[in-house]
């Protein structure tokens, strides 16, 4: 039969049978004018209950009973003996002066309260954002807050914008390994370099393996009275700690109420030990001061300014006498810190709040999370704070403690004023080396080891993902460790796109079975499989492609069908689609790439090609 009779009968049959199906392009649909778009979304966001769902406390308040007011008051008490030494200390790792770490643990608990809608997070200053900041908010002038308190402004608003356009979804384009072993290496690297305040050396270099070089070369520097009460508190804050994983806090009636009594001081007891920590050790360190006035025994912390921080709108610039930065240059400076740390505040954020809310059985909106940590930072930025995020430490202690609704935030933010407001001068009583076996046992938990046997049973390509982000984690500093991590990951999940598996059925008709369909990383590669196909053999009278995992074309994929029908009308060999979604079809025929066949399936296409 010739090249034109075969066509010729094709045609009709494709005309004629119901097999083959030539589609009118789909009615175009109205596209409503702007101005209506706009008025009618403005129109949802003005109703009662939209209102509410952006401000949760609408919903809670009224419900509110005086009997959790006992509860909410305990448990943010209990929260405060928390936050006052972790922010005292985790404002050394940021790199700030210790008065920046309260600044960070009291406006967030005050915006939370009305926008979030879990009962249990608590804001504030986490191990994780202020190694961030220290990485991305380190200021050309010592001590210099101002790139961090920007750095909490505008991450506020990047997080606000991704809660206002629903644009979570970007949080899933980080893997689980690259996150477990981002925060292992942030784990570790805060660990080393707190070594040096329990050594009590100085001039120890904060890049990593620097820190941990000069470190090693300076042991001969220790400090004999910082290593004996580092060591001491670490032990003491671990065995403390231990007492509240004992559950004293259970209700047996039959118990005296004097057992009740000592069971709730336990528990207490080992909650605080952070806070019995400090000021145990302040307590020693002013005795001996006070004994020998010449002698520095302890390295202490720095005198820190006293009193609330002001409430104004963040500086965007620097000028000092010798240092002069625009705010473009700012934001230069900070870079992808811009990107990197809304996302792990979100990610920080979202995980402990979805974890508690499962344990706890109440429902929590993501979305609305995206808001309210977008608003703590912003706000939290014109009272001198660094990016917050939720806590999981204070936030498995507010759950622990009883409270019953976000209300515990507001006494946990008043409680850390009052202690701004009057107890500023005692901090600097405090020594380095007691801050530093507190971060050392908050952290240190954080280091996830179970995970890399599991990927390596599991997954080999998601170990190596796992090595990469934590080898250059620690050797060219976490910052690029995490971007490095995310871009291989996303290679990992887009190489099968750009190289799926296109099956070749090698017969007189040809057939093409695409696995994984045709996205344009793809295009590249089909074509080279479709020109090895022609160029294999003689050439046959028809290609089938069966395109039934095909969900949708983009314009690189269209194109690619130009070129492709093009060259094969050249050569008199048509083109059949089989299994096409109705979809795809008219995605195809609006597009006006003639000459080209369909068929209902490759079985139908290859009985008719056989009976033409």
Known sequence: MSETKLRNTQEKSWEMSTEFTRLLPAPVPVTPHWKDVVKKHFSKCCTTSSLKQKFPISQWLPKYRFSYLRSDIIAGLTVTLTVIPQGLAYAKIARLP????????????FVYCILGTAKDITLGPTAIMSLMTAAFGNSPVNNDPTYAILLAFFCGIIQLLMGFFNLGI????????????????????????????????????????????????????????DLLLGVSCLVLVHFIKKLRSINWMDTDETIHWSQKIARNFLWLFGTAANAVIVISASAISYAVISQNPDKNIFTLTNDIQEGLPP???????????????????????????????????????IAIGKAFARKNHYKLDPTQEFIALGAANVISSFCSSYPV????????????????????????????????????????????????????????????????????????????IYVITFVMSLCIGIEYGILIGIAVSLITLLYPLSRPNIQIHQAATPVLYLELGLQFPAIDYFEDKFIDLLNTGDEPKAIIVDCQYIYKLDYTAIQCLFKLVSELNQRNISLILSGLRPSVRNEIVNADITPLLFSSSVESAQELIMKS
């Open 389 to 464: 995020a939720g806590s999981f430490s204070r936030t498995a202690i507010n759950s622990q403690s009883g409270v019953k609704t976000p209300f515990g935030n507001i006494i946990t933010g008043s409680a850390v004023l009052l202690a701004l407001k009057t107890f500023t001068p005692v901090v600097k009583y405090i020594p380095a080396a007691a801050l530093a076996a507190i971060i050392i046992h908050a952290v240190v938990g954080m280091i996830d080891t179970s995970i890399v046997m599991k990927l390596w049973r599991l997954k080999k390509i998601d170990l190596v």
């Open 170 to 225: 970007l949080v899933n384009f980080i893997s689980y390994p690259v996150i477990n072993s981002f925060t292992s290496a942030a784990a570790i690297t805060i660990s080393i370099g707190q070594v040096k305040n329990i050594l009590g050396l100085k001039k120890i270099p904060r890049d990593f393996l620097k820190c941990v070089y000069y470190t090693f070369a300076k042991l001969g520097e220790t400090n004999v009275w």
């Open 311 to 349: 409430f104004r709108i963040p500086d965007f610039s620097i000028h000092t006498k010798n240092v002069t930065r625009s705010t473009s240059e700012i934001l230069s400076d900070i870079g992808p810190g811009f990107i990197i740390i809304p996302i792990l505040g979100i990610l920080e954020t």
């Open 98 to 109: 210790p008065q920046y770490g309260l600044y960070a643990a009291f406006m967030g608990c």
